[in-house]
Nanobody
Framework: EVELVESGGALVQPGESLTLSCAAS????????MSWIRQAPGKGLEWVSA???????YVAESVKGRFTISRDNAKNTVYLQMNSLKTDDTAVYYC???????????????RGQGTPVTISS
């Protein structure tokens, strides 16, 4: 059974940085592409970033240059480093496993329980 556990969310001020983690289990992590998506209050799911098994990354235009996705296959964990945070980045952040042949930007795959990130001064 696929299990994804996100962590690292917090309340931070604009301009600060935060790193989210997603611990994965129940599938072969090192051959799986992973993604981060988010849901801001009152809005729909938004794709943020994805990484394939060999580390090639894809980033949404809205966070390009500020967010970096990475993975540690030895730890079955995917990360999202978020810099220069803005109030618009306030959301619950989720990670997802992208199934073989799946779309890197699809937001409808199974995801964890999420970790809340609040940007406020």
């Amino acid at each position: 059974e696929v299990e994804l556990v996100e962590s690292g969310g917090a309340l931070v001020q604009p301009g600060e940085s935060l790193t989210l983690s997603c611990a994965a289990s129940g599938f072969t992590f090192n051959t799986s592409a992973m993604s981060w998506i988010r849901q801001a209050p009152g809005k729909g799911l938004e794709w943020v970033s994805a990484i394939n098994p060999i580390g090639i990354t894809y980033v949404a235009e809205s966070v390009k240059g500020r967010f970096t996705i990475s993975r540690d296959n030895a730890k079955n964990t995917v990360y999202l480093q978020m810099n220069s945070l803005k109030t618009d980045d306030t959301a619950v952040y989720y990670c997802s496993r992208i199934p073989p042949g799946g779309s890197a930007t699809f937001t409808g795959y199974s995801r964890g329980q999420g970790t809340p990130v609040t940007i406020s001064s």
